[in-house]
Nanobody, 123 residues
Framework: EVQLVESGGGLVQPGGSLRLSCAAS????????MTWVRQAPGKGPEWVSG????????SYLDSVKGRFTISRDNAKNTLYLQMNSLKPEDTAVYYC????????????????WGQGTQVTVSS
């Protein structure tokens, strides 16, 4: 079955950086649009970023634009999210997710997500 395994989360101070990875298996990764979704405590899921199957097109939530960079390595079946200039409001569980119907800028159904990795930004 489809498996998405996130890693790279942790505790960082405001202004710090973190690089998340997502290892994909069980589907033809190179053929699918991928996304990052996050969920903060007590909040609903929030779409963060999306990337086309070949990596040629990317999109971002306004509040992370200029700070986060999504990328992928199709030869390694891996999705990445480079996060710089982190803020406390970025604190959330971050999930990689396969896009439904190729919709790069929408939160996919929860069945399309991985298990998540915790990102905490705090002094």
């Amino acid at each position: 079955e489809v498996q998405l395994v996130e890693s790279g989360g942790g505790l960082v101070q405001p202004g710090g950086s973190l690089r998340l990875s997502c290892a994909a298996s069980g589907f033809t990764f190179r053929s699918f649009t991928m996304t990052w979704v996050r969920q903060a405590p007590g909040k609903g899921p929030e779409w963060v970023s999306g990337i086309s199957s070949d990596g040629g097109s990317t999109s971002y939530l306004d509040s992370v634009k200029g700070r986060f960079t999504i990328s992928r390595d199709n030869a390694k079946n891996t999705l990445y999210l480079q996060m710089n200039s982190l803020k406390p409001e970025d604190t959330a569980v971050y999930y990689c997710a396969k896009a439904k119907y190729g919709m790069a800028a929408m939160v996919p159904p929860r069945d399309y997500w991985g298990q998540g990795t915790q990102v905490t930004v705090s002094s």
